[in-house]
């Protein structure tokens, strides 16, 4: 059975919840290098055969920010300014990795984060890890 894991932004506009059969200790933290991940000092992860669900109290609170090769929409809190993950939209569905510096509760076996370039990757090769890496998203906002 799935463990159950929540988080958001800070003042609550923006919410998920994380399911996934993988303990915490064997999640592949990373830290990718692109100057927005750097700024926000993101720490992410991500589950292929988990599930995400995100919700908004008020969707007009939720930044769809696109950068780059603009292929990801960068989930940010337009009230409080936390980055929670980002999201990639394909015909076969969403895909989500999420910033754990956004979990409600800390968890200590966290790995440290690996740091991650992904600079020289074309545009069709990013969204093609995203899918096969990154977790489903459920419910999308």
């Not at 609170?61 to 960068?74: Q, T």
């Not at 569905?93 to 790995?111: D, P, R, V, W, Y």
């Amino acid at each position: 059975m799935s463990k159950q894991y929540e988080g958001g932004c800070h003042c609550g506009a923006i919410r998920w919840i994380y399911r996934t059969d993988v303990d915490p200790s064997q999640w592949a933290v990373r830290a990718c290098q692109c100057s927005f991940c750097r700024a926000h000092a993101a720490a992410c992860t991500s589950d292929p055969a988990g599930i995400v669900d995100f919700s908004a109290g008020d969707e007009n609170l939720v930044l769809h920010y696109r950068f780059g090769l603009k292929c990801a929409d960068f989930l940010v809190c337009a009230k409080c300014g936390v980055y929670v993950g980002a999201m990639t939209k394909v015909a076969s569905g969403a895909f989500a990795t999420l910033n754990l510096n956004s979990m409600k509760t800390a968890i200590e076996q966290l790995a440290e984060p690996t740091p991650v370039h992904y600079d020289a990757e074309p545009r069709e090769g990013r969204i093609a890890r995203r899918v096969s890496r990154w977790t489903p998203v459920g419910t999308v906002i």
